[in-house]
Structures are given as C-alpha cells and as structure tokens.
C-alpha cells in the first residue's frame, strides 16, 4: 500500500460519519450497562426462585409487546434437516438449505435446534486460540471478514468476494483461509439468516471457514440489541425460548482469536500490557464454552474475554478505558511490543465502522501495525453512507489487499444515522438543555452558534464531534448568514416527544382539551380536501372559529403560533388528525404525573429509560403487559443500588402510585411508556 493509500484509509471520516460513530459508541456504553443490568435482574431470580425464569443467563428479557396467543405465533419453517448428517454436511447440501435461506424461508424449530447443537459441538472442540499454522495444508491466502451485523445483503456480496467457490473446489486440499470475525447478529434484519448460513459454512468447511467471537455474540448483549427480538418475531414466544437458550450455548462456544505465521486476528484488540495469546489459551474449552456473557465480567477470564472483544486501537500511548463502557484503547508502543514478542506483522480486528471499509494504523515504515476490517455497507441496516471491506492476505509475502464494496444506491431520503441516535440523546437531555439555552438566550430567546455549540457538546457529552460543520443543518441560523439560533426550534427538530407542552401554558392546555371535541368538528371541515392533515394557516382558523363558539365570557385560545408548533410533531408544517388527538390525550391526562416529578427526577427517569422498561418487561413474567407493586419495588431498587445517589429515580412506591393512575394497583406498560414521551 502507498503512502496516498495509506493516509486516505486512516482519515477519520466527514463530519456526519464522525459524529454517528461517537453517537453510536455513547449509546453502547448504555446498551453495557443495560446488559449488565440485565445480569443482575437473572441473578435476582435466581435467588428469589422464580418459577418461570430458567436457570440460565439466556432467558433474561422478553419482547416489548405482550405474548402471543398459539393462534398468532408465526408458523414453523419450511427448511429441514431431519435427514442431514450435520456432523458430515456436504458443501452441495450446505448450499441448497443456504440458498433456500436466502429465497425467504426458515428452517422449522427443531431443525434449526439442531443446526445450533451441531455446531457448538464443532466449535467447542476447538481451541480458545485457533492456530492456523497446525493446519495440513498450511494457509497460504488468508480473508478476513469483519462485522456483517445481520446485514444479509452484505453477506451475499461477501461471499462473492470470498469465493467460496474455489475453496470447495478445492476441498481438503485447499490453501485458502476465511476468518468471520465476529458480529454477525444485532443492528440488522436478517441476524439469523446471517449466523445460520455462516454456520452451514463452518460444518461444511470446518478446517477452511473459522468463527470468532464477537462483543455481540453474548446473550445479554445480544437480549439489549435486538437479535433476541428478531427470534422472538420470527418463532413466535414459546419456540423462542427454545432456541435462545440454544443460542446462549452457541455464544459461549466460538474461539476468541485466530492466529497465522503473520497475523493475529481477534474481535476487538489488546486488553492490557504485555497481552499473550498463551496466556488466552489457558482459558480451555469447557471453561470457554460455559461463558454465555461477559458483559460485568464476575472473574479475570470473563474480564479477559471482555477485553479482547471490545477493545479499540488509539493514537495515544498506553492502556486506557474504553469509551464503550466496556473494554480498553491500546496505543502504538502496546501493538508494537505485542507484535514483537509474538513475531507477527499484524494485528486484524473489526468492531469499528470506517466509511470506506478498513483501517490500517501502521507503526512503522514496514506497515506493521493494526488493520481494521468492517463488512457491513451502509451501516446500521442499510441506513448508513459507509462502504463495507473484506481483507486478503498473502501468507507467503505479508502483503494486504483489501477490497470495498457498497450494496444499494443511496436514496438521499428518511433520516441520516446520526440523527437518528442524536434524536434519542437529546430527548434524555432535554430538560438540561432547555436549562441551559435559558439561561444563555438573549431578550427575543435566541442563542449565538457558539453558545449553541458549547452547550450541545457539553451537556450531551459529546466534544469530539464536529459542530461547526454539522450547526448549519442542525440548527441554521434565523436569517442567512446571521448568527442567531433558534433554540426552541432545534429542540422541536431533534427531539421525538410528544407534545412539546412546555411550549403550552397550563390553562391553554387545558381549555383547549375541554373543547376537543369541538375542535375536532371544525378540524374536519377545514379538511376540504380529506387528506387528514391541515396546515398553520387552518389550524389557525380553526381555532378562531373555536374562540367564537365559545362566544362572549368564555376562556379564549391564545398564541396561535405556539399552539400550532406543539402538535406539529414531525415539524412538517402540517397536523394530522392522529398526531392532534395522541398529542391533547397524552399531555393531559400525564401532565399531573411529570407536575408532581421534580427536575432531579425527570433527568433520572429519562437517562434510565431503557433499564426501567427491560426491569419492567423482566418482571412482567406471564406478559401481561402489567405489574404489580412488589414487582416494581424490585426492580426499582435494584436499579437504584447500581445507580449514583444524583442519579437514582427516587422513592419506587411513590412513583409506582403516580403511574397508577387508575388505582388498580398495577402499572401498565402502555401508560408506562408514554410518561416519557412527555417528560
């Protein structure tokens, strides 16, 4: 690789990629916490005895929605492997079921069971450090895959790139390599048809196709980031927990790295100074196998294991904590002196998106160094703007190639990635961010685009992202070229609650909720053209015509403007009739639920959001949608024992009886959910 090469690989990316992956690795941080929040809600059960909860860290969370009747539940799949020797898979048979996958279908429950159980088999016999060099015949071309993410689009257009074609040409006789390096679930759609066509790869070539552990290859994570969901959707509750607890094994069965005469490839990276690979191997089999989760690592071989799937390379010397919440970032002199004492040139990792695919942080004119390789194009889930890579390497002249790919065209429309997670940030800082854009705004309640950017970096903690270049998009000033912002108006655009009620005077609200109905009337007389939407300009005529309804003596609507700003919920410049009647039923029967929460509690509510709805979900164990008292007063305090005393969401039976609002002593997951759209 030139030196342009090199330099153009390892830039950091434009502004918007910038600040997606800084979002993104934020968000993991919370996803870590959640997870091992959710390790301690399995302990809990364990030790109070709870009769429907396994005794298995892989039946720890449910689905957001209620149960599925039998009635409902999807149907069983159409692929089969009844009469399948797994432990003798043909590559003609692999690649039938393998094509029928990719055409749309399912293997049945059992089947796909089975496909697991075999494969953990497969994998559990092989060592925690694979050692390529003991292979007969030695490797002679090596392909690295990175993180596929459930992207089976991506996966397809792998493959190609791999060629499985030659290697099962070839047979036992092959020189050729492929190392999936972890991820190969979360984030994307198709999670299980990605893990299933990678494991018929692996039983049909067990000493050509290797599979390394990735962090989302754990139960819990993997319960936090959608993949247990996915299973759920597509079999149905009852099926699900079958196969989840399958999956949990599977897990804990993949190798953690992989090492060549040239190259050690592992997931994430060095966990700590003076890192050997003898020492990983000392973890055996069976122990490795037994490792369902390593998120809130309980010994030094989870926290080893944690370690190497999570950590990241840094420009900086030394170890440090990772910004992941989980994890370390090693510097230059670590990778040098872990690839001199291990007489490797490289060390090949994924875990991090790079919009053209790879990265390679040489550390000296050799290009010894790291090398990180992401196979999915467009992450998240075809949303994003980056292109995925694979990785070639020549074991005979210690030379890379890698090559780029993208999979769709981009469509210029819906949501960029980072918006989409900048949404979610901002709606946990809400109330710190009005807060502080109200003590810096200037008599018309404007802010400077410094002010701006100073307060956004620092309260969302974000001060790495590139604002200068994103604040035109985000939040353009009120006149072209000018250097006010309106603040109100950048908070209405990121944010995804509903109704912007400290926008709304307490009596507005509530004069304009007891003529609802009225309102409703006109609303649908000024839809002349039955579109369901009306736009400022009616809305405004409506509520004229309202006020004079109301007639002489009567409470008047007042601020128009402000009023139409408030159900405008998706700032389109129009209401619909759905967003008018959640947003005025939303905010008036919560509006005496979040009047009573003071502000340190609004902040602890909204930055524990997604613990208290998988505490809920957790202990809502016949999925009724509801719990009781004592089964919010657990989860309660445990997560306030995990919690600062700053942080921590109060009294549980206080706040139990505020959002039982109906008095029936149970709280139910719908009300639960929509307190913190309007907090």
């Known amino acids: 690789m030139d030196d342009s090469s090199r330099r153009k690989s390892t830039r950091r990316g434009s502004a918007a990629f910038l600040m997606f992956k800084d979002l993104e690795c934020k968000e993991e941080m919370q996803k870590v916490r959640l997870a091992g929040f959710l390790r301690e809600l399995h302990k809990l059960a364990i030790e109070e005895n709870k009769e429907k909860v396994r005794e298995s860290l892989n039946e720890t969370v449910h689905s957001t929605t209620t149960a599925q009747s039998t009635a409902d539940a999807p149907t069983d799949g159409s692929i089969s492997l009844k009469d399948v020797e797994l432990a003798e898979l043909t590559p003609p048979q692999a690649n039938a079921k393998i094509e029928a996958l990719h055409g749309g279908e399912k293997f049945d429950s059992d089947s796909l069971i089975h496909l697991i159980q075999e494969s953990v088999k497969c994998l559990g016999d092989e060592e925690t450090v694979v050692d390529l060099r003991a292979l007969e015949p030695k490797p002679q071309k090596l392909t690295v895959v990175g993180d596929l993410h459930g992207s089976l689009a991506c996966l397809q257009n ?79 509750y009852e099926k ?39 020492v990983v191997n000392e973890i055996g089999k069976e122990l490795r196998c037994e490792l369902k989760t390593v998120v809130d690592p309980y010994d030094d071989d989870e926290r080893l294991i944690q370690g190497i799937i999570w950590s990241d390379p840094s420009a900086e010397d030394g170890i440090n904590f990772s910004d992941r919440g989980a994890g370390f970032q090693f510097g230059p002199d670590i990778i040098d002196d872990f690839l001199e004492r291990h007489e490797l040139k490289y060390l090949i990792r994924a875990h991090e998106p790079f919009e053209d695919g790879f990265n390679h942080q040489d550390i000296d004119e050799g290009g010894r160094g790291v090398i990180t390789v992401f196979s999915t194009a467009n992450y998240p889930d075809g949303e994003g ?141 000024l839809d002349t053209d039955g579109s369901g939407t009306i736009d400022a300009e009616e809305f405004t005529s409506g509520i004229k015509m309202l006020n004079d309804e109301i007639g002489e003596g009567g409470e008047k609507m007042q601020n128009f ?101 109906d008095g029936n002593g149970e709280i139910d997951l719908n009300e639960f959910n929509q307190m913190f759209r309007v907090l």
Do not use: C
């Not at 040409?169 to 092959?174: D, P, Y």
């Not at 804990?252 to 003898?278: N, V, Y």
């Open 240 to 278: 699900a927990d079958d196969i989840w607890y399958e999956f949990g094994f599977l897990f804990a069965s993949f190798p953690i790295i992989a090492r060549s005469e040239t190259a050690a490839i592992m997931h994430g990276g060095i966990p700590m100074e003076e890192f050997d690979l003898d």
């Open 385 to 525: 703007t980056n292109r995925g890579a694979v990785l070639h390497l020549d074991e005979e002249t210690k030379e890379f190639e890698t090559v780029s790919f993208e999979f769709q065209e981009k469509s210029g429309g819906g949501a960029k990635p980072y918006e989409v997670m900048l949404k979610s940030f901002v709606d946990d800082n809400k109330s710190k961010l009005t807060k502080a854009f109200r003590e810096a705004q200037d008599d018309n309640g404007m802010v400077s685009i410094g002010q701006w950017k100073d307060i956004v970096a620092e309260t969302l903690e974000l001060p790495d992202v590139p604002w200068s270049d994103l604040q035109p998009e985000l939040a353009p000033t009120t006149e072209p070229e000018g250097t006010e912002i309106d603040w109100q108006a950048f908070l209405n655009k990121v944010s995804t609650k509903i109704p912007k009620t400290e926008s709304l005077a307490e009596d507005q609200l509530s004069l304009l909720h007891e003529h609802k109905d009225k309102f409703l009337n006109i609303f649908q007389i």
């Open 561 to 661: 403007a402000d009023l139409f700003s408030a159900f405008d919920i998706d700032g389109d410049g129009e209401i619909s009739i759905e967003e008018f009647v959640n947003a005025l039923n939303n905010s008036a029967t919560l509006k005496g639920v979040t009047d009573a929460l003071d502000s340190n509690q609004v902040e602890a509510l909204q930055q524990n959001h997604e613990m208290l709805l998988v505490a809920f979900k957790y202990l809502d164990t016949d999925h009724s949608g509801a719990i009781d008292r004592e089964e919010f007063q657990r989860g309660i305090e445990l997560l306030n024992k995990r919690l600062a005393d700053r942080h921590q969401v109060g009294d549980p039976m206080a706040l139990f009886d505020l959002l039982d609002m």
């Open 158 to 236: 792998v493959l190609k790139l791999v060629d499985m074609n030659e290697i099962t040409a070839t047979g036992s006789e092959s020189t050729r390599v492929v190392v999936f390096d972890g991820d190969f679930v979360d984030r994307g759609e198709h999670s299980l048809e990605v893990l299933a066509t990678l494991l018929l790869l692996k039983l049909s070539h067990p000493t050509n196709v290797f599979l390394l552990r990735g962090n989302h290859e754990d139960s819990m994570t993997a319960s936090t980031y959608g993949f247990r969901e996915e299973i759920e959707d597509k079999y149905g």
